[in-house]
């Protein structure tokens, strides 16, 4: 994997608790992949800062930071090599502390991890994301959020 990243991406969705999130990023190919008989795995590593934004009560945190760091493991199908469905955990900063409505972290640093289906189109791609965040209960609360997100691609 060299320094230079091979894509770019912007990304938004909605969460659990009124919540939306954008994104945008950057993503490094990695130097594995795999092919068998019915299609072929391959692996990327994503960064990305974002921003939440809430309408709920005044308690509630506006515009917290999101900050990250995602390895991703991609299928690609031999029979429609265009399409993909892939999965991936990372580390994420979530700053300040994320409340909203009856949810409200306990810890900054939380694992996000997501499921995701698209499709390729050249150099471009676009893919629909479920997306979840928690601290896998290193404190408590620990109410995770949930988000659908839609996902545009570029690789150079």
């Known amino acids: ?14 969460g659990d608790q009124s919540t939306d999130a954008y994104l945008a990023g950057l993503t490094w190919t990695l130097p594995w992949r795999y092919n068998f008989g019915f299609g072929s795995f391959g692996a990327y590593f994503g960064a990305a800062i974002g921003r939440w ?15 990250s760091a995602t390895p991703t493991l991609r299928f690609s199908p031999r029979v429609a090599s265009n399409w993909f469905a892939e999965i991936g955990v990372g580390a994420n900063d979530i ?19 997501h499921v995701g289906i698209g499709r390729e189109f050249g150099p471009m791609e676009v893919s629909l994301r479920v997306e979840h965040f928690s601290n896998a209960g290193i404190s408590h609360p620990n ?6 997100q839609l996902r545009y ?3 150079f």
């Open 153 to 155: 691609a570029y690789h």
């Open 53 to 67: 934004h809430t309408n709920g009560p005044e308690e509630s945190t506006a515009w917290p930071t999101q900050i």
């Open 143 to 148: 109410p995770g959020e949930n988000f659908e």
């Open 95 to 113: 700053v300040p502390l994320f409340k909203s409505g009856h949810k409200r972290f306990s810890t900054e640093f939380n694992f996000g991890d």
């Open 1 to 14: 994997m060299g320094l230079a990243p091979t894509g770019v991406f912007v990304q938004a969705g909605v």
